[in-house]
Each structure stands twice: as C-alpha cells, then as structure tokens.
T-cell receptor
Framework: AQRVTQPEKLLSVFKGAPVELKCNYS??????LFWYVQYSRQRLQLLLR??SRESIKGFTADLNKGETSFHLKKPFAQEEDSAMYYC????????????FGTGTKLQVIP | KAGVTQTPRYLIKTRGQQVTLSCSPI?????VSWYQQTPGQGLQFLFE???????NKGNFPGRFSGRQFSNSRSEMNVSTLELGDSALYLC????????????FGPGTRLTVL
C-alpha cells in the first residue's frame, strides 16, 4: 500500500531563514510526487510536481528514490509562505489514486 | 474557465440522516475525485470517477457512495450519518488520467449533530 509521511505537524521558522518540509513515502512502483499548498481561507492548490522539476514561488523539491523522500525546500522564507503544505503521491499505474500526507503547517515568524 | 464548484458549501444534518453533495468539474475535465478532510485524519481519498465509472475507492464504509453523470458532474452520498462524518468534503477534477493536474473545489463543510 502506498503511504506518505510528513513527520512535522508544525514548522516555525523566522522570515529569511531556510525552510525544509519533510516528506517520505512508501510505494512499490515509480511514484508521482506532488506538493500541494492551502493558504488561509483558500482552496487546496498544486504547488509543484516532481516530473516538472520546476521552482514555484522559490520552492523546489527533489525526488530521492534511494531515501524515498520528496522534501520541499526554500532558501529564504517569506511571511506569505505561511500555510498548510501537503505532500501527495499518485499511483503511476492505470488508476489515479492519490494519497496525501497529514500535512505540515508552516508558520513564518516576522 | 470557471473553477471546480461544490454545492452546498455548508450543511448541517443530524445522525441517521443521509446527505448528497454535488461537484461540477472544470469544463472539459472528465475525472472527478472526492476527499474527506478532517483535523485528525487529514485528507483521505474517498473515490474517483472517470467517464461515469468508478475507477478507484478508498477505505471508507459502504455508507459512502458516489456517481458521475454524462456531463462529468459528480455527486457523493452518505447514508446513515454518524458524528464522525463531520468533515470538509473536497472534490477535485482533472482532464483525464495519467499526469494530469488535479484542481480542487472549495469544499462542502458537513456538520453532523
């Protein structure tokens, strides 16, 4: 069974400090990994996906198959980054079942 | 394009009742997935529909069911409501399958008294 683990419920960092939101996964095949973000009073939205290898709002995430991790990083946190962040894994087979982690609340302290 | 819409946005029911939630996907999207979001369990996958067929189902009891219509709109039904069913129910749509991005609706907040 596929599983996504986000070990931190809350991560508090000061503005300008580096951010790393941890995500580990368990999956037998080749996973598709995503990071979703939910700002206060807004709907859940895709932040980035590993196949795109892009940087969105200064965030990057590298898929490490050896460590089965997909940590989200940003070198300098901004106050507007405060939000809930969810790591998600999608079945790369014929079905699209998506499994979400429990989420990490990022709090950027001014 | 209009985003994913869900109706109603808020709902209050009592134990034992049943409820139907509706989701209208983005125009052209054929896949609709449903999730339950609670503070304790986070986001949990309920089921996914594509072209009117249920393609996948999460680990929820049979009281939770859904369907998809020919216009891709989807409904989910919960029968014999329990207090623990109180949650935010999210719907997400995508073009089809594979690597398509899911777009989420605002959710329906269900409170069971």
């Amino acid at each position: 069974a596929q599983r996504v683990t986000q070990p931190e419920k809350l991560l508090s960092v000061f503005k300008g400090a580096p951010v790393e939101l941890k995500c580990n996964y368990s999956y037998s095949g080749s996973p598709e990994l995503f990071w979703y973000v939910q700002y206060s009073r807004q709907r859940l939205q895709l932040l980035l996906r590993h196949i795109s290898r892009e940087s969105i709002k200064g965030f990057t995430a590298d898929l490490n198959k050896g460590e089965t991790s997909f940590h989200l990083k940003k070198p300098f946190a901004q106050e507007e980054d405060s939000a809930m962040y969810y790591c998600a894994l999608r079945d790369s087979g014929g079905y699209q079942k998506v499994t979400f982690g429990t989420g990490t609340k990022l709090q950027v302290i001014p | 394009k209009a985003g994913v819409t869900q109706t109603p946005r808020y709902l209050i029911k009592t134990r034992g009742q049943q409820v139907t939630l509706s989701c209208s996907p983005i125009s052209g999207h054929r896949s609709v997935s449903w999730y339950q979001q609670t503070p304790g369990q986070g986001l949990q996958f309920l089921f996914e529909y594509f072209s009117e067929t249920q393609r996948n189902k999460g680990n929820f009891p049979g009281r939770f069911s859904g369907r998809q219509f020919s216009n891709s709109r989807s409904e989910m039904n919960v029968s014999t409501l329990e207090l623990g069913d109180s949650a935010l129910y999210l719907c997400a749509s995508s073009l089809a399958t594979g690597v398509d991005t899911q777009y989420f609706g605002p959710g329906t907040r269900l409170t069971v008294l």
